[in-house]
């Protein structure tokens, strides 16, 4: 799967784009997990991890938190979600997703899965990705 390369500012740029243009559900989830409302947890959104960009991440577990509208139904989003998330987790990241209607509908059991999620994922002790080397890097 090819990915878009962004540098320096573009980098910054994109992921302030992103977050000026959350979905409702974004916004929900965003309003109830940051400034560490959800078990004390530091959670990010739009964080690129390497060349991907996750919806929310929390660094000290290494979750990344998907928010999936309407057009992940599509075969060719499913497909190009199932190689991003199996890349993600190849480096060692733990993958969540939810839909736009469940973080609207069910939001408490949304938070909970997280939060069981989080509790159970040990502790990286690591500085955040976008400090540290690449992990995507092949290495000879």
């Not at 929900?28 to 919806?55: C, P, T």
């Not at 060692?92 to 159970?120: A, K, S, Y």
Request: one cysteine or more; proline letters at 6%; hydrophobic letters at 30%.
């Amino acid at each position: 799967m090819a990915y878009i390369h962004y540098e320096g500012p573009r980098r910054v740029s994109r992921a302030r784009e992103l977050r000026r243009t959350q979905t409702e559900a974004e916004e929900i989830l965003w309003a109830s997990v940051r400034n560490r409302q959800l078990g004390g947890y530091k959670i990010r959104r739009q964080e690129f991890l390497n060349e991907i960009i996750v919806d929310f991440y929390c660094t000290e577990k290494r979750l990344s938190i998907e928010i999936d509208g309407p057009y992940h139904g599509s075969p060719d989003k499913q497909a190009s979600d199932k190689i991003r998330d199996q890349e993600l987790f190849e480096h060692g990241f733990e993958i969540l997703r939810f839909t736009n209607d469940q973080v609207l509908h069910n939001l408490g059991w949304v938070l909970e899965t997280i939060l069981t999620t989080l509790n159970r994922l040990p502790s990286t002790g690591k500085p955040p990705l976008n400090h540290s080397p690449n992990p995507f890097k092949k290495t000879p």
